[in-house]
């Protein structure tokens, strides 16, 4: 069993914070990500949906995980879990400092995560406090005016990397 983070950065231009809608543990936030095959190494063709909301008996155990799926090539069967309470927001200070922050936890077992895909259902919070849900950050970036702080609201340049989650 290996975890992976989920690691992603941007450029913010008077934004405090960017998450996903209802938090990282949000249950009905989609996470989007091709699937490596641990056996034969095969990567899914489409961007395969894990989220909280979802999930399915694990074939001969008792145990569920949020993905259920088998190796079209070599049908050997992986699984894929979040692992909630861990996950963090991408903060200004983060963002600044061009750092990543790590967003959500994944438990895989046979695959490896590979090639997140930012789509909707995210929340920005900007320096004045005003919020807006629902973005969606399929063009890569998140233009808006901020009327109460009365300036200009800009995520650019995100980036994403999943990294094998290292314990202590
Ligand atoms: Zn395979």
Redesign the pocket.
Known sequence: MVNYWLMITADFENVAELQPQGGCDDPSFYYLFKLK??????LTEKETCVALERSAQIPGSKRTANLVQK??????E?TVSLVTGKGKPLTQGLSEARKYTGLMMFDCR?YEPVGFLFQGGWTVETVAGTTFEDVDLSDGEFMEYDDKGKCSVMISNLKSRFVVAKWK
């Not at 095959?37 to 095969?42: L, P, V």
């Not at 190796?71 to 050997?76: G, I, P």
């Open positions: 095959c641990g056996s034969c190494g095969e190796c079209k090539f070599c049908e050997r992986g046979g």
